[in-house]
């Protein structure tokens, strides 16, 4: 079955310092790639996707990321963390138009 | 006023118990879906449909139902629920394109005792 794999469940980064979370997606014809992020008692919001062209992908509040086929990879990052990016962070990715698969998450917090 | 939101919010219900939970959009979007979110497992897709006659299954679906009463309501039952239902529910919307940024109400948090 296609899946979606976060290796990190949890990470914690200084408030200033970069950011980078792992996402690999099971190989197939190349889905299309999703990050959201999931603040507390909220629902999920989009950040950024990917779906053909530039494999850097720029997304809302400073994020991006960067797909790489020969890594079946789609890590997000961000060069200078904020104390309001703490969340949860989620990669998802569309398998045959209709078939959502998401990530475990991956949890950040950040220190002042 | 927020685009997608879910009743009730909070809900804790018995084991064997009938629990519908009701998902609103004001999107104007046609595709909808139902997910359930559990610690370490992320979300996974429980029923998706793309318009008032047309609803799919999921990755999940054993255990639920759900209805489409108009293009702005979606909604998802448990006809018996059991204490591995207990969960986080979303409702998503999308507009016409698989692609299509998907938009996700706050969640419901369900118990089953």
């Known amino acids: 079955a296609q899946s979606v794999t976060q290796p990190d469940i949890h990470i914690t980064v200084s408030e200033g310092a970069s950011l980078e979370l792992r996402c690999n997606y099971s190989y197939g014809a190349t889905p299309y790639l999703f990050w959201y992020v999931q603040s507390p008692g909220q629902g999920l919001q989009l950040l950024l996707k990917?779906?053909?062209?530039?494999?850097l992908v720029q997304g809302i509040k400073g994020f991006e990321a960067e797909f790489k086929r020969s890594q079946s990879s789609f890590n997000l990052r961000k060069p200078s963390v904020h104390w309001s990016d703490a969340a949860e962070y989620f990669c998802a990715a569309l398998y045959n138009n209709n078939d959502m698969r998401f990530g475990a998450g991956t949890r950040l917090t950040v220190k002042p | 006023d927020a685009d997608v939101t879910q009743t009730p919010r909070n809900r804790i219900t018995k084991t064997g118990k009938r629990i519908m939970l009701e998902c609103s959009q004001t999107k104007g979007h046609d595709r909808m879906y139902w997910y359930r979110q559990d610690p370490g497992l992320g979300l996974q897709l429980i029923y998706y449909s793309f318009d008032v006659k047309d609803i799919n299954k999921g990755e999940i679906s054993d255990g639920y139902s759900v209805s489409r009463q108009a293009q702005a309501k979606f909604s998802l039952s448990l006809e018996s629920a059991i204490p591995n239902q207990t969960a986080l529910y979303f409702c998503?919307?999308?507009?016409?394109?698989?692609?299509?940024?998907?938009?996700f109400g706050p969640g419901t948090r369900l118990t089953v005792l």
């Open positions: 998503a919307t999308s507009s016409g394109g698989a692609t299509d940024t998907q938009y």
């Open positions: 990917y779906f053909s062209g530039d494999t």
